[in-house]
């Protein structure tokens, strides 16, 4: 794949690994808020050193990383064992930044459910999940009663809080002049797509085939227009399902 002439980050989204809700395991956490199997913890943690392995070989310059994750126990989960996966080769910041705008699109059903709007592990400060973390440290970039959306969201609605998400990040590397940096931002199969969809030189993407821990890589250069999201995809990685 062609690489920018002068890339300065890297953006790269992953898909959370896999589900217990999804393999016939009844969650420990919230029937709403599954969290991880322990074969997808193990995904998470072999995308990290995959990851670290891939930027120390193609990227050495890029030697900042920060971890984005939307507020579901599973993607939480998959950014703390994505965070130890890449530690073992690279420096890290073992921190995770929550993200309201990179959140899951859920069923117009699930808001008629009285335990709905309460039932995220992060809202309840659930015990279980805080005792996993350890000495994960979780850093806030909404108030945690903003977590979820209010009402249920059409696809376009999800979509366009998607790309604030991302607009607001790239406001931020414009303007402080950010260089060689990695944007890893974990998320879910159709936020994903909505993200790739919406950069410049998007890959051959589609939700459908966005599986557990996929991941895909995408170099972005600074440019003085905040609205152009010149993102380009440059590499995947497709773990064990």
Known sequence: MDRFANSNNLFIFVRHGERMDRVGLKPTFHAFDSELTPKGKEQAFE???????????NYPDHKKIKVYSSPFARTIQTSKNLIKGISDNMAIENSVNINYYFSEVDEPSDFDDPDFKSFIVLLNKYQLIENELGDTKLNYNNKPEGLLPEKFESYQQCANRLIRGLKDLVFKINSDAIKNNVFIIVSHAEPINQMNMHFKYPGPLGWYNIKYCNCYVYEYEINETNDDLRGKYV?????KQ
């Open 47 to 57: 995308l990290g050193e995959t990851l670290s392995n891939y930027l120390l070989r």
């Open 235 to 239: 590499d995947s990685f497709f773990p």
